[in-house]
């Protein structure tokens, strides 16, 4: 049995990890901000259960206090919003989103490493907008960059501890329900539950999914950036 933490455990990727491991008998800590979603997931399946905001050091700090000996972190949580008109930069919207989906990580790192066994794994999840500049992500897309760009840096420079990152396509959860673009080839929630599960377990030090559009992706970042750029402008033109 294993002592697992999750992020971002109250909808979508988090949740559906949450209720996996827990299934399976393992020591589940489920973190999010919604009290009646984990309140089910503490009746449902048995997952222990911290509501805070992950963006607040305090309350990091505050309700990591009591946990220790971890052998699995899955440091999910996140959050997408658009820049609509980037002539009008929304630098509001830039911290908020930069502040939930890397500043927020920052801070779990320093005060969750200490506590996770040698020879633990960390999974961090990003996204596939990492792989490519797209419209309308600035924030979005800058924010994962940088996430995977830390993932990274980490898998190097971390000693007895394996990090795992995660670049997912579209997957079906709230946040891109809000979505008002095609999203090819998206998938489910179990269906992405079962990618990153079975990648956890194989240590693998990237998953990404679904391949035929994840590597499509990096089939195209590849090209000059100059060729690249038209097609970026046409997406954006819709």
Not at 74 to 101: K, S, T, W
Not at 144 to 153: G, I, Q
Request: with cysteine; glycine share 8%.
């Amino acid at each position: 049995m294993s002592n697992i933490l999750i992020t971002g455990a109250t909808s979508g990727i988090g949740k559906g990890l949450t209720e996996f491991y827990a299934k399976q008998s393992h020591q589940v800590t489920a973190c999010g901000r919604n009290q009646k979603v984990l309140d089910e997931l503490e009746s449902s399946v048995g997952a222990k259960s911290k509501a805070f905001d992950l963006t607040n050091r305090e309350e990091i700090e505050d309700n990591f206090k009591d946990i220790d000996g971890l052998d699995l972190v899955i440091l999910n949580a996140g959050g997408c919003e658009y820049i609509d008109n980037p002539n009008q930069f929304d630098g509001h919207l830039f911290e908020r989103v930069m502040h939930i989906n890397v500043i927020s990580i920052g801070h779990c790192l320093d005060v969750l490493l200490p506590k996770m066994k040698s020879g633990g794994q960390l999974c961090i999840v990003s996204s596939s907008s990492a792989f490519l500049p797209l419209p309308r992500a600035e924030a979005y897309g800058a924010s994962k960059a940088a996430v995977s760009y830390l993932a990274r840096t980490l898998t190097a420079t971390l000693k007895d501890i394996d990090v795992t990152l995660v670049h997912p396509g579209f997957v079906e959860t709230p946040l891109t329900d809000k979505n008002d673009f095609p999203m090819p080839f998206i998938v489910s929630v179990d269906e992405a539950v079962g990618y990153i599960s079975k990648g956890i377990e194989k240590r693998s030090k990237e998953i990404h999914f679904p391949k035929r559009f994840t590597l499509f992706l990096k089939l195209l970042r590849l090209l000059p950036f100059s060729l690249w750029l038209p097609l970026a402008k046409r997406i954006a033109r819709g």
